[in-house]
């Protein structure tokens, strides 16, 4: 059964500094990683979604994808104090409905 | 465009009492997804329905929970009896087209809290 594990659980960072955060998946057959944003009391936002090793940039948000190493990270160029939310890792395989999803890091930006 | 309508946002129930929660999709998406949310399993999938069709029943949680698609507007997630453990927010999401890697659009979720 696939496992999806973030880190780190919490991570503060300064306004314009660059946050980075982790997620490792534990089935290499894998084929598409997301990154979703949610704010306290609302849904999920996708960010970014990525099939391929290498990397995708949508915006300030770039995804990193090493399958062979079983992670994919997410760095957050210039980070605002809006940016404060929790940020989830899912990853799903050859049905591409289903998403396993990690439990997430709670990313707080500091004006 | 009005996104992924979920109501209630808040719902308290009694332990055994019988709860129906609802969600509107996206005008026009063909998909619907029942998600549950805790800190500790992170979101776990209930239910999935394709074009009106269940797909996904939730397997674990088959046996008190019970989604439906009434049309292609709209859906209710039925959890009775409810018991403590059901404590949690409830997701609901619809996607466009039916098939693979389609993105999904979330609603803002029902908390729901079970005493």
């Known amino acids: 059964q696939q496992k999806v594990q973030q880190s780190p659980e919490s991570l503060t960072v300064s306004e314009g500094a660059m946050a980075s955060l982790n997620c490792t998946f534990s089935?290499?057959?894998?084929?598409?990683f997301r990154w979703y944003r949610q704010h306290s009391g609302k849904g999920l936002e996708m960010l970014v979604s990525?099939?391929?090793?290498g990397e995708k940039e949508e915006g300030r948000f770039t995804a990193h994808l090493n399958r062979a190493s079983l992670h994919v990270s997410l760095h957050i160029r210039e980070p605002q104090p809006s940016d404060s939310a929790v940020y989830l890792c899912a990853v799903s395989m050859h049905m591409g409905y289903k998403l396993t999803f990690g439990t997430g890091t709670s990313l707080l930006v500091d004006p | 465009d009005a996104g992924v309508t979920q109501t209630p946002r808040h719902e308290v129930a009694e332990k055994g009492q019988t709860i129906i929660l609802k969600c509107e999709p996206v005008?026009?998406?063909?998909?619907l997804f029942w998600y549950r949310q805790t800190k500790i399993q992170g979101l776990e999938l209930l239910s999935y329905?394709?074009?009106?069709?269940?797909?996904?029943d939730g397997g674990a949680f088959k046996d008190r929970f019970k989604a439906e698609m009434l049309n292609s507007s709209f859906s209710t997630l039925k959890i009775q009896p409810t018991e403590p453990k059901d404590s949690a927010v409830y997701l609901c999401?619809?996607?466009?087209?039916?098939?693979?890697?389609?993105?999904?659009?979330f609603g803002p979720g029902t908390r729901l809290t079970v005493l």
């Open positions: 329905f394709r074009s009106k069709s269940l797909m996904e």
């Open positions: 990525i099939f391929s090793d």
């Open positions: 999401a619809s996607s466009l087209r039916g098939g693979n890697y389609a993105e999904q659009f």
């Open positions: 089935d290499g057959t894998s084929d598409n």
């Open positions: 005008s026009g998406h063909n998909d």
